[in-house]
T-cell receptor, first 110, second 119 residues
Framework: RKEVEQDPGPFNVPEGATVAFNCTYS??????FFWYRQDCRKEPKLLMS???SGNEDGRFTAQLNRASQYISLLIRDSKLSDSATYLC???????????FGSGTRLSIRP | GAVVSQHPSRVICKSGTSVKIECRSL??????MFWYRQFPKQSLMLMAT?????????EQGVEKDKFLINHASLTLSTLTVTSAHPEDSSFYIC???????????????FGPGTRLTVL
């Protein structure tokens, strides 16, 4: 099993729709998780951190399910500017290294 | 948030030459920096962990003699791709680890990346 797995998509949804995607992780000892956003040919930018059961920031909600070892990202009222690749990130338990998922591509259409 | 810069942003070179990429943390000190490589339509792959004042730690499959890393100060790490070949063409991204003074979870801040094209 990969350390971090994501549905690569692409997800193609209309503007204003709600979209959600998951990320599964293999290390049950992981305590913190992150969602990064990466635009084409740009560096990843931190979107949200998830330490406990979940986190909400405006239209974005991240949830953590420790029993099933997955985190999810929900985007409500999607905007055209939300089109990007969303990377799930899980720190390695014994080091400061982080592991990136392969990313989920999201495309919002007018 | 914290700022990390990379230089150059883009480089095109002939096969066999060496290319140096700099990564700087502009407003914080980073004892640890990371170097990643990203091929088109793929995710970031960690190449090595750069530790200030000590040798870098390379991931499995990454040649340490080909990808030389130097972390001479708390704000600067360099990656040198020696004798570059076309298969080394990629997007190289660095990140710097920021540890909160008050404790808690540290965060990695990414540089804007360097696009290397080897002809």
């Amino acid at each position: 099993r990969k350390e971090v797995e994501q549905d690569p998509g692409p997800f193609n949804v209309p503007e204003g729709a709600t979209v959600a995607f998951n990320c599964t992780y293999s290390n049950s000892a992981s305590q913190s998780f992150f969602w990064y956003r990466q635009d084409c040919r740009k560096e990843p930018k931190l979107l949200m951190s998830v330490y406990s059961s979940g986190n909400e920031d405006g239209r974005f909600t991240a949830q953590l399910n420790r029993a099933s070892q997955y985190i999810s990202l929900l985007i409500r009222d999607s905007k055209l500017s939300d089109s990007a690749t969303y990377l799930c990130v899980v720190p390695k338990a014994s080091a400061s290294k982080i592991i990136f998922g392969s990313g989920t591509r999201l495309s919002i259409r007018p | 948030g914290a700022v990390v810069s990379q230089h150059p942003s883009r480089v095109i070179c002939k096969s066999g030459t060496s290319v140096k990429i700099e990564c700087r943390s502009l407003d914080f000190q980073a004892t640890t920096m990371f170097w990643y490589r990203q091929f088109p339509k793929q995710s970031l792959m960690l190449m090595a962990t750069s530790n200030e004042g000590s040798k870098a730690t390379y991931e499995q499959g990454v040649e340490k003699d080909k990808f030389l890393i130097n972390h001479a100060s708390l704000t600067l790490s360099t990656l040198t791709v020696t004798s570059a070949h076309p298969e080394d063409s990629s997007f190289y991204i660095c990140s710097a680890r920021a540890v909160p003074a008050s404790g808690g979870i540290d965060t990695q801040y990414f540089g804007p990346g360097t696009r290397l094209t080897v002809l």
